[in-house]
């Protein structure tokens, strides 16, 4: 969603009333007993949405007491002086080593995955960024080895994405017999 959007709508009809909100990438209606949130994350299809719903409830004889109106505001935009690739490449790594920072990966081999795709691409002059994402791809590499050894479904699980070790080389290897 490139833009911030909200809109509040409160709906009465005799002693029933009902919200209708836009915003954070939802569309919801409130209702006394609850309420039912439609997640979009696209503007125009929200604000569809929206007047979708509004037009509903005002054919069942509801009658609109407040309104906001659409606000929109800008999302973030790209620092100055800063390409437009790099930008997005800085906002989805600090989004990467946040959630490693949280322990927000489900597994071990999605953290890899998104550290090497994001190294893979680095833009030149962002050395400490990419320091950091190979201290976690190093440490997830680890954490994921050290499971392997343990648990072999783990070991399957994690063909392709360790580093071939001698350790890991002599086990898939059987000696050589001299005819």
Do not use: C
């Not at 309420?35 to 007047?51: H, I, N, Q, R």
Request: aromatic share 6%.
């Amino acid at each position: 969603m490139a833009t911030k959007q909200t809109r509040k709508l409160q709906l009465r009809k005799g002693r029933k009333s009902l919200v209708l909100e836009l915003g954070q990438g939802h569309v919801w209606e409130i209702f006394d007993s609850g309420s039912t949130g439609y997640p979009l994350y696209d503007a125009k299809e929200e604000v569809a949405l929206f007047e979708k719903l509004l037009r509903s409830w005002r054919t069942q004889g509801y009658a609109v007491i407040t309104d906001t109106g659409l606000v929109t505001k800008a999302g973030p935009k790209k620092p100055k002086g800063m390409d437009g690739r790099t930008s997005i490449w800085v906002k989805d790594t600090d989004q990467i080593l946040q959630m490693w920072r949280d322990d927000d990966y489900d597994n071990h081999k999605d953290a890899i995955l998104d550290a090497r795709s994001m190294l893979k691409g680095a833009p030149k002059d962002q050395s400490a960024r990419v320091s950091k994402l190979e201290k976690m791809l190093a440490r997830a590499t680890k954490e994921l080895a050290e499971l392997a050894l343990e648990d072999p479904a783990i070991a399957e699980y994690a063909k392709g994405l360790l580093p071939k070790t001698p350790a890991r080389r002599a086990a898939g290897k059987r000696p050589k017999s001299k005819a």
